[in-house]
């Protein structure tokens, strides 16, 4: 609980958009993962004294599809 391994709030934006059949077979969706590319550290631990850190993922982007058999 340290000052140093204190921060302030951030935002990330993400959004999927999926078409599917009828039946639910298959289905396509284009997804965003932290659309604005905001970075920051997610985890700041301490290791002999000195500060360790995990940063969030970058800006990702894909297409995912599924066929249910």
Partial sequence: NTAAFRSGGWDELGGRITLAAADDRWSV???????????????????????????????????RTAVRF
């Fill in 29 to 63: 969706t284009v997804f965003g993962d932290n659309i604005l590319n905001n970075r920051h550290f997610t985890q700041v631990t301490a290791l002999n004294a000195f500060p360790f850190g995990t940063l969030n993922d970058p800006r990702r982007f894909g297409v």
